[in-house]
């Protein structure tokens, strides 16, 4: 079964769906201080919560650790298929980091735990015209990544947050984090990665939001 098969429409929160593809249309939350600090902490446009909101289209596949499986595979010389046994039995850490909603929320000091996106770049070896991927999701949710963006140091394949196994409404048994990125970049329920030669856009991208996603460049919408 491929993520196409998932019948998303008429499933997902039509709602929230329809109010944030009017956020891109609107530039909602764009902020024009231009002159703010880089160096602190929290992007432009962007407020503190303390809480970990849940954002998704609302279908939280509802996955046991042996329902699971991650497939890689595209423009990569070793493709793979990983159990949640497989999974495990691969290096893992520790990384704490803020993170960052384009609903304009942001969440300090998360730590997460899980499997480093470079030690699956050593694993798969990327082919030399691989320079995008995509990430597929159980509930059907696409998001698209630069490898470039993917092979950041702090990128992982997560199973826990501050030490407990992630929740089904954070993704679990296994999510990805892209710290340095918006959030929606950060696939939960994660099922496949699919390397790619060019770019194309996943389930937001398609509608409105911007291709690359960084909070700090403030590229909330395309
Ligand atoms: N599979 C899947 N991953 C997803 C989403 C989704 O709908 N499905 N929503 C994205 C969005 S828009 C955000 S902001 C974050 C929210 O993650 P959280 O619910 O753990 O805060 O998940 C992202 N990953
Ligand atoms: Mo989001």
Redesign the pocket.
């Known amino acids: 079964m491929t993520s196409d098969d998932i019948p998303l429409l008429g499933r997902i929160k039509e709602k929230l769906v329809e109010t944030k593809q009017a956020w891109a249309r609107d530039g909602r939350g764009l902020t024009k201080d231009t002159d703010h600090d880089q160096r602190r902490r929290l992007p432009p446009g962007q407020r503190l919560t303390q809480d ?6 609302g279908l939280s596949p509802n996955l046991q650790a042996d329902d699971w499986s991650l497939q890689v595979a595209g423009a990569v010389q070793a493709p793979l298929k990983w159990s949640w046994t497989d999974f495990m039995a691969q290096p893992q850490i520790d990384v704490t980091r803020d993170i960052h ?3 304009t929320w942001s969440r300090y000091d998360n730590t997460f735990t899980g499997v480093t996106a470079r030690h699956l770049l050593d694993v798969v070896k990327p082919r030399p015209e691989a320079k995008f991927l995509m990430f597929r ?3 059907g ?1 696409t ?1 698209n990544v630069s490898l470039e963006r993917f092979a950041a140091e702090d990128v992982l394949l997560a199973h826990s947050w501050q030490g407990q196994p992630l929740s089904r ?3 679990g048994p296994v ?1 990805v984090v892209i710290p340095q990125l918006y ?2 970049k ?4 994660l099922r496949a990665i699919t390397f790619m030669e060019k770019d194309a856009p996943g389930y ?1 991208e398609l509608r409105g939001y911007h291709d690359e996603g960084d909070p700090w460049r403030e590229e909330r919408y395309r």
């Open positions: 970990w909101p849940v954002l998704d289209l909603c384009v609903t999701s159980y509930d949710y998001t409404d954070h993704g999510r959030f929606w950060s696939a939960k329920w937001w």
